[in-house]
């Protein structure tokens, strides 16, 4: 059974950084792509990064290009995000997730694993 941990979030004043880390187990993730989506209290969960594990070919949302970054660690089987230049509007919770093939990566539909979500919040 495919788990998914997240960690990492936590409190932070606007313009400083944070690293999520999601750990993966019980698959076989090399075919599998990796997103990183968050939902903020009353807003629909949207996406923020995906990766492909194997060929490494990241995806952004248009409002975190050049803030966001999305990463692998094959030896861990983890996954992370490292965010800069935080705002407040960047506060949400945030969910790992995990989906096989990366048609649709944007979709939180076509993912079939989450984690439990961690929570960032981004102090003005």
């Known amino acids: 059974q495919v788990q998914l941990v997240e960690s990492g979030g936590g409190l932070v004043q606007a313009g400083g950084s944070l690293r999520l880390s999601c750990a993966a187990s019980?698959?076989?993730?090399?075919?599998?792509?990796m997103g990183w989506f968050r939902q903020a209290p009353g807003k629909e969960r949207e996406f923020v990064a995906a990766?492909?594990?194997?060929?490494?070919?990241?995806y952004y949302a248009d409002f975190v290009k050049g803030r966001v970054t999305i990463s692998r660690d094959n030896a861990k089987n983890t996954v992370y995000l490292q965010m800069n230049s935080l705002k407040p509007e960047d506060t949400a919770e945030y969910y790992c997730?995990?989906?096989?093939?990366?048609?649709?990566?944007?979709?939180?539909?076509?993912?079939?694993?989450w984690g439990q979500g961690t929570q960032v919040t981004v102090s003005s």
């Open positions: 997730a995990a989906r096989g093939g990366s048609n649709g990566y944007s979709a939180a539909g076509r993912y079939a694993y």
């Open positions: 019980g698959g076989t993730f090399s075919s599998y792509t």
């Open positions: 990766m492909s594990w194997s060929a490494g070919r990241t």
